[in-house]
């Protein structure tokens, strides 16, 4: 049975129970760090024996040659082969919507020449290599594939190495469909700290890369933060989160189950309402309590609106507006009117779904913008993937004879007053007189 915590944000010690209820730890344990450590420091130094024995121990894969790691090119356009047709039309034409957004975002190269003939500018170019995790066992995520691969191949990341194990040698045609789909170069069923570990180091068989982007457990998210220096890595990524803003026109069921939607990913997933209609938050409360009933997952449902959920009961749209700038969601839905006119005050959200039409689970698949998006309220100062997260800039500056006389004099001046010396005379020498 659902617990529902249901509060009004006019109570005396609200702020503080708000605090509590937001809060989540991302840092691993010390079992979890040590573990880890290990794994980087094994995969690092014995390569793809350690990838081998790893794989034996967690996803009880026996394999005796490194070279069957690799799933090859034929198996991926096998598996899309053998998916059903309706599966495969919905794979493609997410990717064409996704393709089709990511493609706005492409930065260009930029200059401008000044009066005594001085060029400044910028210079973009794409990542050579990007390893990309996806999550194996408990469930499949094909989506993953296509929101992580999809702006890469658009930003012209060369080579593309997709990691996903496959524990039990259990394979998902779905994500292998999506790898082909998508044009992943290539494909290893690796999984865990060690999948990590060989992106982020290389071994004989598996290329190291330049960043490393996907989700994955406790373990998976542990090592991106240990190799990043190494490799950049995307984010560390929490519990989803979804929060529902509602002026009460909207069907409950329609609000009960969108709260779900994000419930059922697991147990410490977050979906809170926010409503300045008393009544309709009772609605929506009776509609979670029967629709639960009905859903597969409904023991995760119920331990995460249990544990992490709410509804709350605002004063008014200013105090709504408030609250969700605070919360920051992952996920924000506004579920009124005019949707629209309250974009300018929305400061912090990671994808704002506008309207009692537009369900957040579209954006999961196919609506085209992407999916991976900043948790545990980091969208306060962090963005959705995309397409600017495999590429990177250059500066441009070449000097005129005229410019460099004019800007050597300027840094002579201020590295003398650093006392860096080398550095005045650098500049200096461009100078005329």
């Given at each position: ?178 790898a082909a789909i998508c044009e992943v170069d290539r494909v290893f069923t690796l999984g865990g ?48 989160e979804i929060l529902v803003y509602c002026d009460g026109q909207t069907d409950p069921d329609w ?80 579920s009124v009117a005019d949707p629209q006119a309250l974009l300018p005050k929305i400061r912090h ?85």
């Amino acid at each position: 049975m659902l617990n529902i915590t249901k509060i009004s944000a006019d109570a005396e010690g609200f702020d503080a129970q708000l605090d509590q209820l937001l809060a989540w730890e991302t840092v691993s344990n010390e079992s979890v760090n040590t573990t880890v450590k290990e794994i980087l420091k094994s995969v690092r130094e014995q390569g793809d024996a350690a990838l081998l024995e790893y794989t034996a121990k967690f996803d009880r894969l026996s394999i005796t040659d490194a070279s069957q790691l690799e799933i090859p090119q034929a198996e991926l356009q096998a598996a899309l082969q053998r998916i059903p047709a309706d599966q495969r039309s919905g794979l493609e034409l997410s990717a064409q919507r996704v393709k089709a957004y990511h493609e706005r975002q492409i930065s260009e190269s930029w200059s401008y020449v000044e009066a005594d003939g001085t060029m400044l500018g910028q210079q973009v170019t794409c990542l050579d290599r990007v390893g990309l995790y996806v999550p194996g066992g408990k469930a499949a995520y094909p989506s993953s594939v296509v929101m992580n691969a999809i702006p890469a191949k658009v930003a012209g990341v060369q080579e593309l190495i997709m990691v996903v194990p496959t524990p039990d040698g259990e394979v998902n045609d779905m994500v292998l469909a999506a790898a082909a789909i998508c044009e992943v170069d290539r494909v290893f069923t690796l999984g865990g700290a060690q999948a990590v570990a060989a992106l982020a180091y290389g071994t004989e068989t598996v290329p190291a890369v330049d960043k490393i982007v996907g989700p994955g457990n406790i373990f998976v998210a542990t090592a991106k933060r240990e190799v990043f220096g190494t490799v950049g890595i995307d984010m560390i990524a929490g519990p989803s989160e979804i929060l529902v803003y509602c002026d009460g026109q909207t069907d409950p069921d329609w609000i009960a189950m969108d709260l779900f939607s994000q419930a059922e990913h697991d147990e410490d997933a977050q979906s809170i309402l926010v409503t300045e209609d008393e009544a309709f938050a009772d609605q929506v409360i009776e509609s979670m309590q029967r629709l639960v009933k009905t859903m597969p997952r409904s023991e995760i449902i119920t331990k995460a609106i249990n544990d992490r959920g709410a509804v709350i009961v605002v004063n008014s749209e200013d105090q709504a507006i408030e609250m969700i700038n605070k919360i920051a969601p992952e996920h924000l839905e506004l579920s009124v009117a005019d949707p629209q006119a309250l974009l300018p005050k929305i400061r912090h959200a990671g994808a704002i779904f506008m309207g009692r039409y537009t369900a957040e689970a579209i954006g999961d698949y196919c609506a085209g913008p992407n999916h991976v998006l900043p948790t545990s309220r980091t969208a306060r100062f962090s963005s959705p993937l995309g397409v600017h997260d495999f590429q990177k800039r250059s500066s441009l500056i070449m000097c005129s004879a005229e410019g460099a006389d004019t800007l050597g004099k300027v840094a002579g001046v201020l590295a003398d007053g650093e006392g860096l010396h080398a550095h005045a005379a650098s500049a200096r020498y461009r100078v005329k007189s």
